[in-house]
């Protein structure tokens, strides 16, 4: 057998209508990824009309890529860096005082491999509280991020992450435990 793309298909994902994607594309390149917008006040109400639960205290640096707003949910008092893509083709949840440092990519999507039509597979993904994507750090369908767990800069998860666990690598492997002081 051979990988055949031309059969692929994935009439089943219904992530939105057509003109609403549409009008979101035209609101994310005009507000979201355009450098010059460094609000991030502006950036939180468009996502909010679009569907997305912002919490309170949230900052949004310049050039973050969000694929469906409806599909994202970010807690109070956290911050979401430059470059970061959010490729949300199934719920991102991010908690309370996360960190999701520059150029980090939380992909929701992959494609079976092993499928001759090489078939879209989704997962949500969860930021618990206090957890930290360190910068261009790659988290993958289906993965929790437990409270307060690091995956460090350059590091790539398919797995869990245990709460309060540092990770790195790629695969990300656990390494110390983090302990915060007052």
């Not at 078939?119 to 993965?143: P, Q, S």
Request: net charge positive; with cysteine.
């Amino acid at each position: 057998m051979k990988t055949d793309l031309s059969k692929f298909n994935n009439d089943w994902y219904k992530p939105g209508s057509k003109l609403k994607r549409a009008f979101w594309y035209l609101f994310n390149v005009s507000f979201l990824l355009n450098p010059m917008n460094p609000f991030s006040g502006l950036k939180k109400l468009v996502l909010r009309m679009f569907g997305a639960k912002i919490g309170k205290g949230v900052v949004l640096k310049q050039r973050i890529n969000v694929k469906y707003p409806w599909k994202l949910e970010i807690g109070d008092n956290s911050w979401i860096g430059e470059d970061v893509w959010i490729d949300n083709l199934d719920m991102v949840k991010i908690g309370a005082n996360c960190c999701v440092s520059q150029g980090a990519l939380l992909l929701c999507g992959n494609h079976n491999f092993k499928k001759e039509a090489f078939d879209l597979m989704i997962g949500e993904i969860i930021l618990e509280d206090g957890a930290w994507v360190g910068a261009k750090g790659i988290v993958t369908a289906g993965v929790t991020c437990g409270s307060h767990s690091i995956l460090a800069a350059g590091s790539v998860t398919s797995k869990n992450l245990a709460p309060y666990w540092i990770y790195r690598g790629n695969p990300a492997v656990k390494t110390i435990e983090r302990k915060i002081e007052s």
